[in-house]
């Protein structure tokens, strides 16, 4: 009797445990000087860093020790628009893969909050600036607009910032909170590391 009292207070409290939501932390920043991105993981009072690592860490410090002599690389329009052209790739290859996990995602209570995108550019060409705010302006709003059809998002914040300078500036920075339900995490876990597996593949340097 007392083995049977036992067992079903440890079931109970492993059940309790994974009825309370654990939270994904992630920010990313992306400029001329640098490109960050921040993934912890909280539970309760537990919070381990997922990115980066103290690998990525080490081998940061090794290139910049390489290229503490070099001038800082500016992004100019031809290389925004390079990178619009990979990210269109690589989406395109798991699109239908991340709409699978939003899915499953917003039918099993995974929460995105207090998101804040903040994205200022310029180019030397007023023009390829001006271009520039309806591309971004589109890619950031379908984006949001997949979310918003496929989980449940709360308090969100864009701004948006052309500055007009004729100067070749680019800033992006995002932060926000993923809240996951720990019973459905494993599945969100495995499909999110097939995805990355995928996009591993197709690009030249690794992901």
Known sequence: MTVLIVITAVLAAVIVLLLIPSELLFSFIWNEYE???????KYLFIKITLL?????????????????????????????????KNFKTYFNV???????????????A????????????????????????????GIVYNIIGILDRTI????????????????????ISVNGIVRIKNVHIM??????????????KISPKGI
Do not use: C, W
Not at 35 to 41: A, G, I, S
Not at 94 to 108: P, R
């Open 35 to 41: 490109r960050k991105t921040e993934l912890k993981f």
């Open 152 to 171: 449940s998002v709360e308090k969100m914040k864009i701004d948006i910032v052309p500055l007009f300078e004729n100067r070749d500036y680019f800033d």
């Open 94 to 108: 798991v699109k239908d893969d991340i709409v699978k996990i939003l899915s499953y995602a917003k039918k099993h």
């Open 52 to 84: 980066p690592n103290d690998d990525n860490n080490k081998n940061k410090k090794k290139k910049k020790k390489n290229t503490n002599n070099k001038e800082k690389k500016k992004y100019t329009f031809n290389d925004v628009k390079r990178q619009y």
């Open 110 to 137: 995974v929460t995105v909050k207090n998101t804040d995108i903040n994205i200022k550019f310029d180019f030397e060409d007023p023009m390829d600036t001006g271009i520039y705010v309806g591309v971004i302006n």
């Open 187 to 200: 599945y969100i876990l495995i499909k999110a590391f097939k995805i990355a597996l995928k996009l591993k």
